[in-house]
């Protein structure tokens, strides 16, 4: 079973940023937080992941709670392209991902 | 960046085949694989993972005789649904790892089976 829990769905207003909440309150010490995304009839997209420092890319940002019992993805300025299902996932190293429902974004003109 | 590649895109095949599907990685080379079904609507769930040069190792209720896969080389991994039935309709997806155990996943773009 998936670890994590996230809100089913979300919505956005272009050019805003999206914050998408992920709890994992039975993380342990030596488990990842992963995001990925998956638009409509396609693989997965990896988007950024962190272990207990806030990570950047080009894509997002992933804000890990001091606790790393939550953490939350932001993307600073959403396009209509980033509407998507988004999964958070929490991995340690068994190399298995495991998916939860995800969160659906929409982001609206 | 790494490519995973899966072939076909789609494939349409009647009720009691066997269909074939391949998983690539391009530029890197997995000793694992990951193979997803997706229902519409609903979540990846993990079918089983491919070991290069040994079994592969299926999650629980995943029939093995029914969902053969082959990991002959660090680059290629196959998964044949046998005599498929129309409740094998579903999107296939591979995924691996250029660092076993850690870092991104890539996924490749997934095969729509559908069975008649």
């Known amino acids: 079973d998936a670890k994590t829990t996230q809100p089913p769905s979300m919505d956005c207003a272009e050019g805003r940023a999206a914050n998408l909440p992920c709890n994992h309150s039975?993380?342990?010490?030596?488990?990842?937080v992963y995001w990925y995304r998956q638009i409509h009839s396609q693989g997965p997209q990896y988007i950024i992941h962190g272990l207990k420092n806030n990570e950047t890319n080009e894509m997002a940002s992933l804000i890990i709670t001091e606790d790393r019992k939550s953490s939350t993805l932001i993307l600073p300025h959403a396009t209509l392209r980033d509407t998507a299902v988004y999964y958070c996932?929490?991995?340690?190293?068994?190399?298995?991902?495991?998916f939860g429902k995800g969160t659906k974004l929409t982001v609206n003109p | 960046g790494a490519v995973v590649s899966q072939h076909p895109s789609w494939v349409i095949c009647k009720s009691g085949t066997s269909v074939k599907i391949e998983c690539r990685s391009l530029?890197?080379?997995?000793?694992?694989m990951f193979w997803y079904r997706q229902f519409p609507k609903q979540s990846l769930m993990l079918m089983a993972t491919?070991?290069?040069?040994?079994?592969?190792?299926?999650e629980q209720g995943v029939e093995k005789d029914k969902f053969l896969i082959n990991h002959a080389s660090l680059t290629l991994s196959t998964l044949t649904v046998t005599s498929a039935h129309p409740e094998d309709s579903s999107f296939y997806i591979c995924?691996?790892?250029?660092?076993?155990?850690?870092?991104?996943?890539?996924f490749g773009q997934g095969t729509r089976l559908t069975v008649v």
């Open positions: 039975t993380i342990s010490g030596n488990e990842y």
């Open positions: 491919s070991n290069e040069g040994s079994k592969a190792t299926y």
């Open positions: 996932i929490v991995e340690g190293g068994s190399e298995k991902l495991v």
């Open positions: 995924s691996a790892r250029p660092v076993r155990g850690r870092g991104e996943a890539f």
């Open positions: 530029d890197f080379q997995a000793t694992t």
